[in-house]
């Protein structure tokens, strides 16, 4: 009996949902993931209407936020005051009269700012300074690792104290009401921890074959850099980012706690609750407001971050 | 001769989040006092996760033994329970694990290592496991074995790494072995020297041993019989020799052909098998193999062939293949002298 | 094992003087000196300038900062500013209660998290995993003075069940109930996670698949195998936790008018009282220079082959 070549017939079957499984980009599969994420989605809802909340805080805060009512301080929220009407303040007052629910819009106007422009600004001296000793080494990762090194022997909150308690009567400590000293101290203190991150991947990837091939074809240093290098770093790079985020917000907000943040009369959550302390055995409304305030966006923060770290490092899933 | 283990229709399946992986799917075999069997097939066929059934440590969850049975000297291992598991694990089989860097635990000594089985199923007390250790690293080729008791894994290269795994699987004289591909992860030449260790003291201990490997060229000298596992059924049983000589299965021509051999000429080159194993979530509905068969007829599509006694070859040779059964199409084929071989499936 | 610690011990000295002439360079930085905080309390001329003088004030600051590092070398840290009396005493008088704060919520934290998180590894998806993965997140998310007042209001205010104000005298239980369970949470939530994901990653080891192929009971696998490879890592993390409790601790005893050093350090930078300022933060630098090193020579005990290469 003469043998048979196989037809092309009957190569159909199981092939296709199979290879659906495997085939998705690194980005489509976290986007996938993400959505299927409830946590991430709940997370997700949440920093949207904070962050139109805080867009929107001119029009939405029924008063301004340091406006003074000496007469009317210390006003109960609305479900503690029997005699309520609309034209009272929503959420009660605090001990110099200051609408509790206008000057919890306005911070999270802060908050927001806290948690992205210093971040921005560790992206990018990070990402460009790790970028450089990693694919460079030599004296400038020898610099680089040495400053790593008297940094990381100092817990961040503990810089920012110092940074923040040295500055802070200065010309630039004064510029709206603190927050750019802030941003700074925020910046100064995280970049490197960026530029670690992205100095070990580069080492990792440096002596990959896509590199060698790109070098091979003539490519330039810099092109290597930012169309090779920066692509394959960026996964590491948004989990970092991810969590920049919450942390920076957590600095401002016990920094504020301390009273050696952001200046008072601008509101911010931490502020609030600073000011409010002295008067909380009897009247705690003004600290368990934004207490509350912050605990919300951190969580929601911090879900967002695990959710990508997830959705984009498959291996450090836990189940 | 009463069998030493017998499993009959085995199924380990794994629940996880994509669907039941079939693993193990219906496997049967019989294994005698003394005996040694190769387990062949690629990576993902089903012969390692046969292999820790045999001896329940499939992980569970997501791992389960749906069905079957496994007699070991008579006794359903199955239906054991914890500590009579316990009590046959590393004293009557033991197990030598593929990878000795990973296998052996890196914050314990080597001495401690070795003679927890024996303290535990030997009831020897610390002086006299140590005594042991030592004459057990001896056998295996560990050279000044007194010396390095005290020394821990990394000290040690991965040759002599599965040298103590060996020490370790052979330390209170178990009935029967299992290698899971004890040589993959090292050098060429101490595969070799491994695998003649590993022979001979199967045959002075009168071990029974089965040894698994995606290597069929592994298993020629080693093993008196060979099945072959693909797809998580076994396709093809048989004698070593008969095997070699006689293969009647399309996958096991398939392995062979991608044995580099060196009188090979350079036109005839090294013939790997298109495609890659079937997804065991949802397995092909007809022969496992037929996707990336080159022999196959609708009816390979179709119908999953039964484990039959093939014509023209010794009594015990099976295969499971429509093809080399009694009135098949394939039943007079050499895949030796075959030229329509290598049509390129087009997708 | 000694040449390495020698290595380790002199690569802090870099460490040590880098933290002190940062701090010096931004104490000096600011702007204002430190008598003229009180404007209506404005102190003559005339003593101004002795003071200054007597803190040395007037020299350039090179010389200043060499000067000052030639006395803290001699743990002499000068006199506060704000109160007539040595930093050393001042110090002195506050260090014990911080470190009983802190070691007090070290060991709880480690009491909590190490069962918590090896029982939520042999249970996965159990009852206690998710408690304690719930613990963890707010543990690490919920900022420790929220949660603090959160406590101070339900246990203090409202069910007037704990004091919340001061320390006593270190004997007075109920007083130490509430510091030192909110400084331990956050390093218990961390160390719970730790342990749990090394725990896992343990127990997915071929070495423990090995163990169980012997024979052994599971309770000896989890034990001498899992366990001693799964508390490396969880002890590389007690570095971090230090620093953690000494940035708590700031937070903690603020809130509770604790008298140790973490307030005086944030009622120094309060009132600019650099002599107190700096000898804190060359103590803390210190502190968690030591944490780490201690952590790396804990590692090479429970690591084999951590030795071999240092």
């Given at each position: 009996m003469a043998t048979l070549a196989a037809t092309a017939s009957g190569r159909h079957h199981a092939d296709a949902p199979e290879l659906a499984r495997k085939q998705r980009s690194l980005w489509g599969d976290a986007v996938y993931r993400l959505k299927r994420n409830r946590a991430v989605m709940a997370a997700l809802a949440v920093v949207l209407v904070v962050a139109v909340l805080a867009t929107l805080a001119p029009l939405i805060a029924p008063y301004d936020p340091i406006r003074q009512d000496t007469p009317n301080s210390l006003m109960e929220p609305f479900w503690g005051n029997p005699k309520f009407t609309l034209a009272q303040y929503p959420l009660g007052s605090d001990q110099l009269g200051r609408d509790i629910l206008s000057r919890l819009i306005w911070s999270a106007r802060i908050s927001l700012l806290i948690g992205f422009v210093p971040v921005t600004l560790v992206f990018l001296v990070g990402a460009t300074v790790g970028m450089a000793a990693g694919f460079y080494g030599r004296w400038v990762d020898n610099c680089l690792m040495r400053i790593v090194d008297i940094i990381y022997a100092f817990p961040d909150l503990l810089f920012l104290i110092i940074i923040m308690a040295t500055l802070r009567g200065t010309f630039l400590g004064n510029l709206l009401g603190g927050l750019v000293l802030m941003f700074g101290a925020i910046a100064v203190v995280g970049w490197v921890g960026m530029a670690r991150l992205v100095r070990g991947q580069v080492l990792s990837l440096r002596e990959k074959e896509f590199v060698e091939a790109a070098r091979a074809t003539g490519a330039t240093d810099g092109r290597i850099m930012f169309r090779h290098l920066f692509p394959n770093t960026l996964a590491p790079i948004i989990v970092s980012v991810a969590f920049g985020v919450p942390g920076a917000i957590l600095a401002e907000a016990t920094l504020s706690f301390l009273g050696?943040?952001?200046?008072?009369?601008?509101?911010t959550w931490g502020v609030m609750i600073n000011e409010g302390f002295v008067v909380f055995s009897t009247t705690p409304w003004p600290v368990l407001l934004p207490a509350f305030c912050i605990s919300l966006v951190m969580l929601a923060f911090t879900f967002l971050g695990d959710g990508l770290r997830d959705a984009l490092d498959p291996r450090q899933r836990t189940k | 001769m009463p069998e030493l283990l017998e499993v009959r229709d085995l199924h380990t399946q794994f629940f996880t989040r994509d669907g039941i992986v079939r693993?193990?799917?219906?496997v049967s075999f019989t294994l005698a006092a003394g005996e040694t069997l190769g387990i062949v097939g690629e990576s993902g066929c089903g012969k390692s996760v046969t292999a820790l059934s045999l001896m329940r440590l499939i992980p569970q969850p997501p791992g389960k033994i749906t069905q079957g049975e496994i007699l070991f000297d008579g006794r359903d291992v199955l239906k054991m329970d914890d500590d009579e598991v316990r009590g046959i694990r590393g004293n009557a089989i033991a197990m030598i694990f593929q990878d000795p860097m990973t296998s052996?635990?890196?914050?314990?000594?080597i001495s401690r290592q070795v003679s927890e089985a024996l303290e535990l199923h030997?009831?020897?007390?610390r002086n006299e496991s140590r005594k042991r250790t030592i004459e057990l690293l001896e056998l295996v080729g560990i050279p000044s074995a007194k010396s390095r008791?005290?020394?821990?894994?990394?000290?040690?290269?991965g040759g002599m790494r599965q040298r103590v795994m060996i020490a370790m699987a052979l330390s209170c004289n178990p009935k029967l072995i299992l290698a899971d591909e004890p040589t993959t992860a090292l050098d060429v030449t101490i595969q070799a020297q491994i695998l003649d260790l590993l022979k001979n003291l199967a045959r002075e201990f009168r071990t029974a041993f089965i040894l698994i490997t995606h290597d069929l060229g592994v298993v020629a000298g080693m093993t008196q019989r060979i099945h072959v596992m693909y797809g998580g059924h076994i396709v093809e049983k048989a004698d070593t020799n008969e095997l070699f000589a006689n293969p009647k299965h399309p996958y096991t021509w398939g392995l062979l052909r991608s044995i580099p051999r060196?009188?090979?000429?350079?036109?005839?080159k090294l013939r790997p098998i298109e495609g890659l194993p079937p997804d065991l979530i949802a397995p092909p509905p007809g022969c496992r193999f037929a996707p990336r068969c080159q022999y196959k007829r609708d009816i390979c599509d179709e119908k999953p062939p039964e484990l039959v006694a093939v014509p023209n070859a010794k009594a015990d040779h099976e295969s499971r293949c429509w093809g080399t059964q009694t009135g098949g199409w394939l039943t007079t084929t050499d895949w030796r002298t075959d030229t329509t071989v290598f049509t390129k499936v087009e997708a | 094992m000694v040449n390495y610690t020698i290595r380790r011990v002199l690569l802090m000295v870099p460490t040590l003087f880098f933290v002190a002439l940062i701090t010096f360079s931004l104490a000096h930085a600011a702007p204002g000196g430190p008598f003229d905080k009180d404007e209506n309390k404005k102190l003559p001329q005339q003593i101004e300038d002795n003071l200054t003088r007597y803190y040395g004030l007037d020299e350039p600051l090179p010389q200043q900062f060499l000067l000052y590092l030639g006395k803290a070398v001699q743990l002499d840290f000068g006199k506060s500013i704000q109160r007539n009396r040595s930093v050393n005493e001042i110090i002195a008088q506050g260090l014990p209660v911080t470190a009983q704060l802190g070691i007090q919520a070290l060991l709880l934290a480690l009491l909590i998290a190490l069962p918590l998180g090896i029982v939520s590894a042999l249970k996965q998806n159990s009852g206690v995993d998710y408690g304690s993965l719930f613990l963890a997140t707010i543990g690490t998310t919920i900022p420790s003075f929220v949660i603090a007042i959160l406590f101070i209001y339900i246990f203090g205010v409202w069910l007037r069940l704990l004091p919340f104000v001061g320390w006593g005298d270190g004997l007075d239980f109920r007083r130490m109930i509430m510091p030192t369970v909110i400084l331990a949470l956050p390093g218990a939530a961390f160390l719970t996670r730790i342990t749990r994901a090394s725990m896992l990653e343990a127990l997915g080891q071929d070495y423990v698949r090995t163990a169980r192929s012997k024979g052994l009971a599971e309770g000896t696998v989890i034990i001498r195998h899992a366990l001693k490879n799964a508390l490396i890592p969880v002890a590389t993390i007690v570095g971090p936790a230090t620093a953690g409790l000494i940035t708590g601790s700031f937070i903690i005893e603020t809130l509770f008018s604790i008298p140790g050093i973490g307030r005086l350090y944030i009622i120094s930078i309060n009132a600019r009282d650099y002599p107190i300022i700096m000898a804190t933060t060359l103590l803390y630098a210190f502190l968690i220079v030591i944490a780490n090193l201690s952590v790396d020579l804990v590692y090479g005990a429970l690591d084999p082959r951590i030795k071999v290469e240092a």
């Amino acid at each position: 009996m003469a043998t048979l070549a196989a037809t092309a017939s009957g190569r159909h079957h199981a092939d296709a949902p199979e290879l659906a499984r495997k085939q998705r980009s690194l980005w489509g599969d976290a986007v996938y993931r993400l959505k299927r994420n409830r946590a991430v989605m709940a997370a997700l809802a949440v920093v949207l209407v904070v962050a139109v909340l805080a867009t929107l805080a001119p029009l939405i805060a029924p008063y301004d936020p340091i406006r003074q009512d000496t007469p009317n301080s210390l006003m109960e929220p609305f479900w503690g005051n029997p005699k309520f009407t609309l034209a009272q303040y929503p959420l009660g007052s605090d001990q110099l009269g200051r609408d509790i629910l206008s000057r919890l819009i306005w911070s999270a106007r802060i908050s927001l700012l806290i948690g992205f422009v210093p971040v921005t600004l560790v992206f990018l001296v990070g990402a460009t300074v790790g970028m450089a000793a990693g694919f460079y080494g030599r004296w400038v990762d020898n610099c680089l690792m040495r400053i790593v090194d008297i940094i990381y022997a100092f817990p961040d909150l503990l810089f920012l104290i110092i940074i923040m308690a040295t500055l802070r009567g200065t010309f630039l400590g004064n510029l709206l009401g603190g927050l750019v000293l802030m941003f700074g101290a925020i910046a100064v203190v995280g970049w490197v921890g960026m530029a670690r991150l992205v100095r070990g991947q580069v080492l990792s990837l440096r002596e990959k074959e896509f590199v060698e091939a790109a070098r091979a074809t003539g490519a330039t240093d810099g092109r290597i850099m930012f169309r090779h290098l920066f692509p394959n770093t960026l996964a590491p790079i948004i989990v970092s980012v991810a969590f920049g985020v919450p942390g920076a917000i957590l600095a401002e907000a016990t920094l504020s706690f301390l009273g050696i943040g952001i200046k008072p009369p601008t509101p911010t959550w931490g502020v609030m609750i600073n000011e409010g302390f002295v008067v909380f055995s009897t009247t705690p409304w003004p600290v368990l407001l934004p207490a509350f305030c912050i605990s919300l966006v951190m969580l929601a923060f911090t879900f967002l971050g695990d959710g990508l770290r997830d959705a984009l490092d498959p291996r450090q899933r836990t189940k | 001769m009463p069998e030493l283990l017998e499993v009959r229709d085995l199924h380990t399946q794994f629940f996880t989040r994509d669907g039941i992986v079939r693993a193990v799917d219906g496997v049967s075999f019989t294994l005698a006092a003394g005996e040694t069997l190769g387990i062949v097939g690629e990576s993902g066929c089903g012969k390692s996760v046969t292999a820790l059934s045999l001896m329940r440590l499939i992980p569970q969850p997501p791992g389960k033994i749906t069905q079957g049975e496994i007699l070991f000297d008579g006794r359903d291992v199955l239906k054991m329970d914890d500590d009579e598991v316990r009590g046959i694990r590393g004293n009557a089989i033991a197990m030598i694990f593929q990878d000795p860097m990973t296998s052996l635990n890196p914050v314990l000594t080597i001495s401690r290592q070795v003679s927890e089985a024996l303290e535990l199923h030997l009831k020897m007390d610390r002086n006299e496991s140590r005594k042991r250790t030592i004459e057990l690293l001896e056998l295996v080729g560990i050279p000044s074995a007194k010396s390095r008791l005290d020394d821990y894994p990394h000290q040690f290269s991965g040759g002599m790494r599965q040298r103590v795994m060996i020490a370790m699987a052979l330390s209170c004289n178990p009935k029967l072995i299992l290698a899971d591909e004890p040589t993959t992860a090292l050098d060429v030449t101490i595969q070799a020297q491994i695998l003649d260790l590993l022979k001979n003291l199967a045959r002075e201990f009168r071990t029974a041993f089965i040894l698994i490997t995606h290597d069929l060229g592994v298993v020629a000298g080693m093993t008196q019989r060979i099945h072959v596992m693909y797809g998580g059924h076994i396709v093809e049983k048989a004698d070593t020799n008969e095997l070699f000589a006689n293969p009647k299965h399309p996958y096991t021509w398939g392995l062979l052909r991608s044995i580099p051999r060196l009188d090979q000429t350079r036109r005839e080159k090294l013939r790997p098998i298109e495609g890659l194993p079937p997804d065991l979530i949802a397995p092909p509905p007809g022969c496992r193999f037929a996707p990336r068969c080159q022999y196959k007829r609708d009816i390979c599509d179709e119908k999953p062939p039964e484990l039959v006694a093939v014509p023209n070859a010794k009594a015990d040779h099976e295969s499971r293949c429509w093809g080399t059964q009694t009135g098949g199409w394939l039943t007079t084929t050499d895949w030796r002298t075959d030229t329509t071989v290598f049509t390129k499936v087009e997708a | 094992m000694v040449n390495y610690t020698i290595r380790r011990v002199l690569l802090m000295v870099p460490t040590l003087f880098f933290v002190a002439l940062i701090t010096f360079s931004l104490a000096h930085a600011a702007p204002g000196g430190p008598f003229d905080k009180d404007e209506n309390k404005k102190l003559p001329q005339q003593i101004e300038d002795n003071l200054t003088r007597y803190y040395g004030l007037d020299e350039p600051l090179p010389q200043q900062f060499l000067l000052y590092l030639g006395k803290a070398v001699q743990l002499d840290f000068g006199k506060s500013i704000q109160r007539n009396r040595s930093v050393n005493e001042i110090i002195a008088q506050g260090l014990p209660v911080t470190a009983q704060l802190g070691i007090q919520a070290l060991l709880l934290a480690l009491l909590i998290a190490l069962p918590l998180g090896i029982v939520s590894a042999l249970k996965q998806n159990s009852g206690v995993d998710y408690g304690s993965l719930f613990l963890a997140t707010i543990g690490t998310t919920i900022p420790s003075f929220v949660i603090a007042i959160l406590f101070i209001y339900i246990f203090g205010v409202w069910l007037r069940l704990l004091p919340f104000v001061g320390w006593g005298d270190g004997l007075d239980f109920r007083r130490m109930i509430m510091p030192t369970v909110i400084l331990a949470l956050p390093g218990a939530a961390f160390l719970t996670r730790i342990t749990r994901a090394s725990m896992l990653e343990a127990l997915g080891q071929d070495y423990v698949r090995t163990a169980r192929s012997k024979g052994l009971a599971e309770g000896t696998v989890i034990i001498r195998h899992a366990l001693k490879n799964a508390l490396i890592p969880v002890a590389t993390i007690v570095g971090p936790a230090t620093a953690g409790l000494i940035t708590g601790s700031f937070i903690i005893e603020t809130l509770f008018s604790i008298p140790g050093i973490g307030r005086l350090y944030i009622i120094s930078i309060n009132a600019r009282d650099y002599p107190i300022i700096m000898a804190t933060t060359l103590l803390y630098a210190f502190l968690i220079v030591i944490a780490n090193l201690s952590v790396d020579l804990v590692y090479g005990a429970l690591d084999p082959r951590i030795k071999v290469e240092a």
